[in-house]
């Protein structure tokens, strides 16, 4: 019971946090997230987005693992 409450906390400032970030300095057209839990989809107006996205996100991971 109580994992699924940390894992949303967790997300909540490793992700959401993160995402919100990068879509307002990086993004060049509309991103929409959704996530419900430990699931995401997230969408992109402009292809060339996606790539940026996860190659940041590669990046803000390693970051934090050392």
Not at 27 to 32: H, L, R
Not at 54 to 60: D, K, N, P, S, V
Request: charged residues 25%; proline residues 3%.
């Amino acid at each position: 019971m109580i994992s699924p409450l940390l894992a949303n906390v967790y997300l909540h400032y490793a992700f959401d946090l993160w995402a919100e970030r990068w879509r307002r300095r990086e993004a060049t057209g509309d991103v929409i997230i959704v996530r419900y839990a430990d699931d995401l989809v997230v969408g992109f107006e402009y292809e060339s987005d996606a790539p940026a996205v996860l190659g940041c996100h590669a990046r803000e991971v390693a970051g934090v693992s050392r």
